[in-house]
């Protein structure tokens, strides 16, 4: 199969290849051929490792934005009062901060990027099954991102004039106030449903891989546990996004032409929208995190240098994460009006997505156990990771009971709550893998002693900007609020510090894999004396097609009873 | 008048189901917390007591099927536990028979409640020190239960008392319904949840629970119709307004509804193409039906504000002076 793969990808590298060669030829005496030439070299490379570091390039500019819209909404919140933005500004402000950071930054997130870039070396493969397919969600990314944000600044008023109209009502879009809102918003949905597409592309992509591709001696519990959470993601993808984009397409459909499923004045339900809004959010939230989560899985293992705790346990919580989180999405909607049985129902099912996180938990800390433990940079964000995402997922069981979740629902602790699971667990995941897998990507190392500043100022400055929104959720602070009463002033000024003193550290981490990127020392060939196939058989970074010759494995991906040769 | 409304605390006892809540909640905050540090503190050890330089060659443990076992079966235990507590709420099957039933109704950006007796709630002015609003502080007894059947007249919205710890959507021509017991006299704030527009933050009053004497006292005395006439019509119409401020100005800029600015006599160019001289009868029936009707270059999105005759017709005396 791998082989036979192999001959197929040789010579289609690269679609438009002849054209880009024709430039490079062009382009000996021509600086400017050079250039296009280099650009199409990434934009239509099919190559999976140019397409994972096209979409980290692209997200980082996306994360940018969104911290850029979070900081701003830090700082009017700083006073009560209005500071500097009016309540209208605000609420686009808000509004496209939980769209960019949801769609374009987590929901993408590890899989696109590091899942793209370290999937088929994992398995042992030359590329993923489909690289067309695979560069084609590059693009569907790229165009419903360019919506998604032109609808930042482009719409028409009442008149049909062109004007500046940022669309409102949170990420979430309920109706009926996203039916009549002026506000740009069937641009921005337009936008959620082509990335719903770029995301079950690379779903089937990575399904089909993992189950077709894997290398010679790789059963499925041979398979590193980041292909895993990989995989069980990927389901996820494939069978959630199309409720999204369903629902989405309806909205649209609803605003233009008024056939009147959601909006009441015509008959029609704007509880059934919740519901079928969180039938795919309520699983993308574990989307998010279960590539995280199958990073950690990796990192701990290698940095604790022994075998994994509890592989079977990871590999089939991930699953089981994946499979109950399907089931549990009303407990978003305790308060919408739905009858008490169905909260007693999905306040029971919720309880049981608690039991495979905690599973996890406990194998990692485990992991720990007898190892000869390296605190690297990767490390103690691995480490990181589990503190944050724990503080996450215990802070749910509060919104999984019923009558607890009554008083916090849509305050500042389900605020609080989410950035803990999805900012500390998703993108810290997605940040321990950028330090993790840099020596792979680049072949070069960060400075190391830089790296633990980062995390320090991050580590200190998250927990005060999420942990004081925990506080005033609890004292009956509501979201989505430009404005508040005198006794919240303390929570949001100690929250705005914290959002400072952490985006001090984003930037110091940013700046810092940067400079290692451009001109950082070379790394060794197995920098984090690693057992999976991309350290073990792959050159770093990796040639194209990934492998000299097809690899065998013996062993399991965290096998330390030899050494490495 | 302004009193500040009484914040949350844990066990603040102001309603039954306010206990239960925090009973919940401080169950799952022991178990949370609990964990939390156990799980750091062991991972913090082992870094240390494992740390490469101390123990430079990891053992290979594959794992311990009865330790798997263990920390499955305890923490399904405790999340059944949670589960269990998180069932004390109030059930409307439950509501008790003598129950105060009132209507609530919910606007962009304002509530209003209506007693079985229509009695009427005078507004008073609630916020901060930063802006005031004039809204209807709702009146309640202590001790008696109380059933708010709500609706919206626009968008989603969503009633939320902190300090009773009860919070449930308004939803537009579908009815909801909670009901809870204040046992505590004292004020408290009432919010909207749900993201409902510009106003949101706004979209604010307060819940004044009273001694059931000083209640039956308040509610059995008629309202005094006296009628208004002149500058205390003008008065009263000012203060409907200020619920207007939101979307209209009275100093001619733009919002999002037209000015009200020189309203009478000004001739407006409707969406429909037509172009109207703006009357009583269009004012009028602009308020009572506000999308029927919309002057071009604005969108149709007025909510139906509830106004007795009385507010209707000072409101509109209040509008010919500007």
Redesign the interface.
């Known amino acids: 199969m791998v082989s036979s793969a192999k001959t197929f990808y040789e010579d289609k590298a690269l679609i438009f290849q002849g054209f880009q060669e024709s430039l490079e030829k062009a382009g000996e005496n021509n600086k400017l051929y050079k250039f296009l030439a280099w650009v199409l070299s990434w934009i239509f490379s099919t190559d999976h490792k140019r397409v994972g570091i096209l979409y980290l390039i692209t997200m980082a500019a996306f994360f940018a934005i969104g911290v850029s819209l979070g900081l701003l909404i830090r700082f009017e919140l700083f006073l009560?009062?209005?500071q500097f933005i009016s309540?209208?500004v605000y609420?686009s402000v808000f509004t496209m901060h939980g769209v960019i950071m949801i769609f374009l930054v987590v929901i993408p997130g590890i899989p696109a990027t590091f899942g793209n870039f370290c999937l088929p070396l994992q398995l042992g493969a030359p590329d993923v099954s489909f690289p067309k397919l695979n560069l084609s969600t590059w693009w569907l990314f790229m165009i419903g991102a360019g919506l998604a944000v032109l609808s930042l600044f482009v719409g028409t008023?009442?008149?049909g004039e062109l004007m500046m109209v940022a669309p409102?009502?949170?990420w979430t879009f309920?109706?009926?106030?996203s039916l009549?809102?002026?506000a740009n918003i069937s641009l921005a949905l337009s936008g959620a449903f082509i990335l719903g597409f770029s995301s079950m592309f690379t779903g089937m992509n990575f399904i089909t891989t993992i189950h077709r591709m894997r290398a010679k001696g790789m059963g499925f519990f041979q398979m590193p546990l980041f292909c895993w959470s990989l995989y069980a993601s990927s389901w996820i993808q494939v069978l959630a996004t199309p409720v999204v984009s369903i629902t989405l397409l309806l909205v649209i459909i609803e605003r233009f032409m008024g056939i009147g499923i959601f909006d009441?004045?015509k008959g029609g339900?704007?509880?059934l929208y919740q519901h079928m809004f969180w039938i795919y959010s309520h699983p993308a939230v574990y989307l998010m995190v279960i590539p995280a989560m199958g990073v950690v899985s990796d990192v701990i293992a290698v940095f604790?240098?022994?075998?994994i705790?509890?592989?079977?346990?990871i590999a089939i919580s991930s699953m089981a994460i994946a499979f109950v989180g399907y089931f549990v999405w009303a407990h978003h909607m305790f308060?919408?009006?739905m009858t008490?049985t169905a909260q007693?129902v999905f306040?029971?099912l919720t309880?049981?997505v608690?039991?495979p996180t905690?599973?996890k938990?406990?194998?990692w800390?485990?992991t720990?156990?007898?190892?000869?433990?390296?605190?690297s940079v990767p490390m103690v964000w691995a480490?990181t990771f589990?503190?944050l995402f724990?503080?996450g997922g215990?802070?749910g069981?509060?919104n999984?009971?019923?009558?607890?979740?009554?008083?916090v629902?849509?305050?500042y602790y389900v605020v609080g709550h989410f950035h803990y699971t999805m900012f500390g667990g998703g993108m810290v995941g997605l940040f321990c893998a950028c330090h993790y897998w840099f020596p792979k990507v680049t072949g070069k190392i960060y400075n190391e002693s830089v790296g633990y500043l980062a995390w320090a100022f991050f580590f200190v400055g998250f927990n005060t900007l999420y942990g004081s929104m925990l506080v005033m959720g609890?004292?009956?602070m509501?979201?989505?609020?430009?404005?508040?009463?005198?006794?919240f002033t303390i929570w949001h000024q100690l929250s705005t510090i914290g959002a400072v003193i952490m985006v001090t550290g984003l930037i110091i981490m940013f700046i810092n894999l940067l400079k290692g990127w451009i001109n950082g020392p070379k790394a060794n060939e197995n920098h984090w004396d690693g057992r999976s196939l991309e350290w073990t058989h792959s050159a770093s970074p990796p040639i194209l097609l990934n492998f000299d010759k097809d690899p065998e494995v013996q062993g399991g991906p965290y096998d330390?009873?030899g050494e490495w040769k | 008048m302004d009193v500040k409304a009484i914040?949350?605390s844990l066990f603040q006892g102001v309603t039954d189901?306010g206990n239960?809540?925090d009973f919940?909640?401080l169950f799952?905050?022991i178990?949370?917390v609990f964990?939390?540090i156990a799980?750091?503190a062991?991972?913090v050890y082992?870094?240390w007591k494992?740390?490469?330089k101390k123990?430079?060659?990891?053992?290979?443990?594959?794992?311990?099927t009865t330790?798997?076992v263990i920390?499955?079966v305890i923490?399904?235990i405790l999340?059944?536990m949670?589960?269990y507590?998180?069932?004390?709420?109030n059930?409307?099957?439950d509501l008790p028979k003598d129950a105060l039933t009132i209507k609530v109704k919910a606007y962009k950006w304002a509530w209003a409640f209506e007693y079985p007796n229509k009695k009427k709630l005078e507004k008073e002015a609630v916020?901060?020190?930063?802006?005031k609003i004039r809204m209807p502080v709702l009146k309640i007894p202590v001790g008696r239960a109380i059933e708010f059947e709500m609706e919206s007249s626009?968008?989603?919205h969503?009633l939320?008392i902190?300090?009773f710890?009860?919070?449930?959507?308004v939803?537009?021509?579908?009815k909801?319904a909670l009901w809870f017991k204040a046992n505590k006299i004292g004020r408290y704030?009432l919010?909207?949840?749900?993201?409902?527009?510009?106003?949101?933050?706004?979209m604010?009053t307060q819940v004044e629970v009273v001694s059931q004497e000083e209640f039956e006292k308040w509610y059995n005395t008629k309202d005094e119709g006296q009628e208004l006439t002149g500058d205390a019509l003008v008065k009263k119409g000012s203060e409907v307004a200020s619920t207007c401020m939101a979307c209209h100005s009275t100093d001619g800029s733009r919002k999002v509804g037209p000015s009200f600015k020189g309203l009478f006599g000004r001739t407006s160019e409707l969406?429909s193409g037509s172009s109207h001289k703006v009357d009583e009868a269009y004012v009028r029936k602009s308020i009572l039906e506000p999308n029927s009707d919309v002057v071009?270059?604005?969108?149709?999105?007025m909510t139906k504000v509830p106004l007795d005759k009385q507010e209707l017709d000072a409101l509109i005396a209040y509008l010919k002076t500007l």
């Open positions: 009560p009062g209005e309540a209208r609420n008023n009442a008149n409102d009502g949170g309920y109706v009926p106030y009549e809102s002026s009441p004045s339900d704007p509880v604790s240098r022994r075998t705790f509890g592989y079977k346990a308060t919408s009006g008490e007693i306040s029971f309880f049981f608690a039991i905690a599973i938990t406990f194998n800390i485990a720990l156990y007898k190892g000869s433990i390296h605190l480490l589990v503190f724990s503080i215990l802070t069981l509060l999984g009971a019923i009558n607890a979740d009554i008083h629902h849509d305050t609890l004292l009956g509501p979201r989505r609020y430009h404005d508040y009463l005198p006794q330390y009873d | 914040g949350v189901v239960s809540v919940t909640f799952i905050f178990v949370c964990f939390l799980n750091t062991v991972m082992f870094c494992f740390h490469h123990n430079p060659v990891g053992t290979n443990i594959e794992g311990n330790i798997e920390w499955t923490p399904t999340v059944m949670m589960f507590y998180g069932l004390a709420f059930q409307m099957a916020g901060s020190k930063e802006w626009d968008v989603v969503s939320y902190p300090a710890r009860v919070k449930r959507d939803l537009p021509l579908i909801t704030d919010f909207c949840t749900e993201y409902c527009g510009d106003a949101h933050s706004r604010y969406a071009k270059g604005y969108p149709p999105i």
